[in-house]
């Protein structure tokens, strides 16, 4: 009986391939995807605990790259390691070999685009100041470019070992690729003005910039365009080569402000009174603990007033803070020239007449003349 079943399973066929044959094959694939998933689950669980520990960063890039690992792809390979217990021809065994290549380049390109991730953000992360990654131009790019070079090696592997020809594929690739850059050289001069900015760094993503009309807070800086958010609340879209193209004042790296302001009094001051306003302009500065005095003097003679020109440092940047010191400023100076009997001038125009020139009169009528003399 035992030698009935045994003989029916070696003897029967089904393509060409005894059914004791499949089963081993089935048997096998089964039992490696079974294997490798949980010698992949056990190194993982180990990573996973000691991964926890400070100064661990390669523990977790190889636990992340680890749970990334396809589980269409061991499937894949099990089948393919069952496929190849069978009793194939031999032209079925060639394309089984390129199959096998073709399911780990793409599990190994899978690790490594998840390793080049997490390596860049790490990388960003410990570059930037503020300790976050903010997902700025540069990183976008590096991250996009590292992908393509990743890919396209892949692709390129793959490829050659099925029998494709790629020197002429890279050739009409290159041929390709000149006409559609002639198509978006617009989009593409928005990606290297990008690439610009992520270089030099005019701005980064949170500084109060001012460009042109336009003014406002950096929320994104991306491959095409930069997003604003100004004051008014509205999110300004701008491509990067305008911006690039455009003169950009930086707030955010405002360290003091600089301030220059000017005043007029009346032409009825005396010199007395000229002599002491910078130095009561000097004393009103320095009682501000946020200002430092940089200099104050009688700067000309106007048309209609005596001008004065002061500057001040603000210690602070910011610009609510300014203007709190520039409104203590402008109340205790309004004060101070109270005090001293000065005021101010304001737009005005006076007009001195020296003589009046004598009224011409028209010369009499004979008539005229011979009614005067009776």
């Not at 030099?200 to 042109?212: A, L, N, Q, R, T």
């Not at 501000?288 to 440092?313: C, N, P, Y």
């Amino acid at each position: 009986m035992e030698q009935d079943i045994i003989r029916f399973f070696t003897d029967s066929q089904f393509l060409g391939i005894s059914l004791a044959n499949w089963i081993l094959a089935i048997f096998a694939s089964t039992l490696s995807f079974i294997l490798v998933r949980g010698v992949i689950g056990f190194v993982l669980r180990k990573m996973r605990s000691r991964a926890q520990a400070p100064s661990t960063h390669m523990r977790y890039i190889v636990v992340q790259v680890l749970s990334g690992t396809s589980n269409t792809l061991l499937l894949l390979a099990s089948i393919l390691i069952g496929i190849g217990m069978l009793d194939l021809p031999e032209r079925w065994l060639g394309r089984v070999s390129s199959l096998w290549f073709v399911v780990a380049a793409l599990q190994v390109g899978l690790w490594a685009n998840r390793a080049i991730a997490l390596a860049l953000q790490r990388y960003f992360v410990r570059h930037n100041a503020g300790g976050t990654f903010q997902g700025s131009a540069l990183a976008t790019l590096s991250l996009w470019g590292a992908k393509v070079l990743l890919w396209a090696t892949v692709v390129m592997a793959m490829l050659s070992n099925v029998g494709v020809n790629i020197t002429a594929f890279v050739a009409s690739l290159g041929v390709g690729g000149i006409a559609v850059a002639l198509a978006v050289q617009n989009i593409l001069g928005d990606v290297f003005a990008s690439l610009s900015i992520a270089v030099d760094k005019p701005f980064e993503v949170g500084d109060f910039i001012v460009v042109g009309a336009l003014s406002g807070t950096v929320e994104h800086v991306g491959l095409k365009t930069t997003r604003i958010r100004s004051l008014g609340g509205e999110q300004i879209v701008m491509a990067n080569a305008d911006m690039i193209n455009n003169t950009i004042q930086n707030y955010k790296r405002l360290q003091e402000r600089r301030i220059v302001f000017e005043f007029r009094l009346t032409y009825d001051c005396s010199v007395d009174q000229i002599r002491e306003v910078p130095k009561k302009v000097e004393a009103i500065i320095n009682a501000q603990k946020l200002a430092r005095f940089d200099r104050s003097h009688f700067r000309g003679f106007g048309e209609t007033s005596l001008e004065f020109e002061t500057v001040f440092i603000v210690l602070d940047p910011s610009y609510n803070v300014y203007m709190d010191v520039q409104q203590a400023i402008n109340l205790d100076i309004m004060e101070a020239f109270a005090e001293l009997d000065v005021r101010f001038a304001f737009p005005s125009r006076t007009v001195y007449v020296a003589s009046l020139p004598p009224v011409k009169t028209a010369r009499p009528t004979a008539l005229e003349a011979a009614d005067a003399t009776t």
